[in-house]
Nanobody, 114 residues
Framework: QVQLVESGGGLVQAGGSLRLSCAASGRLFISRMGWYRQAPGKQRELVAVITSGGSTNYLDSVKGRFTISRDNAKNTVYLQMNSLKPEDTAVYYC?????????WGQGTQVTVSS
């Protein structure tokens, strides 16, 4: 069983920054690690993903503002969010792939005020 612990959400003014972290427990070989978000009344969407080799992919609306990174020794993925906008407000979920399985974090609220 893989457990994910997220941290780093909160309330920030537009233009501000936040850094999300997600740590996975156990001895794991994690393939991809990513962040999704879900705003009220909207579907969950992929924000950013990073492979075991370090390749990244981003949602168009966050390109140039968000940066995903990972520390394989700590089984941890980060999302640095800069120049935040009110439309970035959502619950952010960590997702990791281990073998053929997907695991999700509990979610962390990010609120950006205008």
């Amino acid at each position: 069983q893989v457990q994910l612990v997220e941290s780093g959400g909160g309330l920030v003014q537009a233009g501000g920054s936040l850094r999300l972290s997600c740590a996975a427990s156990g001895r794991l070989f994690i393939s991809r690690m990513g962040w999704y978000r879900q705003a009220p009344g909207k579907q969950r969407e992929l924000v950013a993903v990073i492979t075991s080799g370090g390749s990244t992919n981003y949602l168009d609306s966050v390109k140039g503002r968000f940066t995903i990174s990972r520390d394989n020794a700590k089984n941890t993925v980060y999302l640095q969010m800069n120049s935040l906008k009110p439309e970035d407000t959502a619950v952010y979920y960590c997702n990791v792939g281990v073998g053929r399985s997907d695991y999700w974090g509990q979610g962390t609220q990010v609120t950006v005020s205008s």
